[in-house]
């Protein structure tokens, strides 16, 4: 009886540590991949901004993301200066970690979510204090929703 209970605590021990191994290295879903210019800073520091909330990010340099954005299915009057995959979504500029990290937990039937532009005080257009205020557009095949609201929108 007292080798089984030894068997069973070391075999729950192993699995909580593997559970904490699994939640520190993240999921398959927590992997973006970022494709973006060679010479876009604030490309660069959204990056930086999924790094720091926990994403796993993967960048590939591209001189022209046009067909890209085309075969993903981002609307051109959402476009950004960059383009990321994740969970099966696409998700096109300046998203705040927030957000993503939310699509993905909310799985809705989406194509992905988008900052149109470059809207100063969201992730990588920081400008000390200056912020804009920005929405989060879902897109999906039934059309467009707002996912988020960030800022003050009545100014």
Known sequence: MAR???WIAGGLGAALIAGAIASRVGSASDVVMVYKTPTCGCCAKWVDHL???GFIVTVEEMRDLKS???RLGVPGDLESCHTAT???YFVEGHVPASDVRRLLSEKPSAKGIAVPGMPVGS???ERGDEREPYQVVQVGDGGRTVFA???DSTR
């Open 4 to 6: 089984t209970a030894a």
């Open 51 to 53: 790094r720091a909330n």
């Open 68 to 70: 890209l954005k085309a």
């Open 86 to 88: 994740v969970g099966g």
């Open 123 to 125: 992730p990588g257009m």
């Open 149 to 151: 609201t960030h800022g």
